[in-house]
Nanobody, 119 residues
Framework: QVQLVESGGGLVQAGGSLRLSCAAS????????MGWFRQAPGKERERVSH????????FYAGSVKGRFTISRDRAKNTVYLQMNSLQPEDTAVYYC????????????WGQGTQVTVSS
């Protein structure tokens, strides 16, 4: 059973940057994709970004495109989310998740890490 642990969240001022990390514990870790999601109070969960584990192709939500960059280190079983030019609207709990086929859902989730952007 894969265990996902996020880190790197915290409090940052508007315009600042954070880098989130998500490490998977599974020894033979080979998902189809890993993604970052976020959920703010009273709002629906939003897919922020994902990356194809093998090919490295990426997806970004329009709200973060140009500001966030997803990357992965397959040797470390880790996915990163570099977040630049942060705005208060980015405040949310950020979760990483894995997807195990092209047609399946993201169904393994980390515990989340809080990102708070002050103005």
């Amino acid at each position: 059973q894969v265990q996902l642990v996020e880190s790197g969240g915290g409090l940052v001022q508007a315009g600042g940057s954070l880098r989130l990390s998500c490490a998977a514990s599974e020894r033979t870790f080979s998902p189809y994709a890993m993604g970052w999601f976020r959920q703010a109070p009273g709002k629906e969960r939003e897919r922020v970004s994902h990356i194809n584990w093998s090919a490295g192709s990426t997806f970004y939500a329009g709200s973060v495109k140009g500001r966030f960059t997803i990357s992965r280190d397959r040797a470390k079983n880790t996915v990163y989310l570099q977040m630049n030019s942060l705005q208060p609207e980015d405040t949310a709990v950020y979760y990483c998740a894995t997807k195990h086929s092209a047609f399946g859902a993201f169904d393994y989730w980390g515990q989340g890490t809080q990102v708070t952007v002050s103005s």
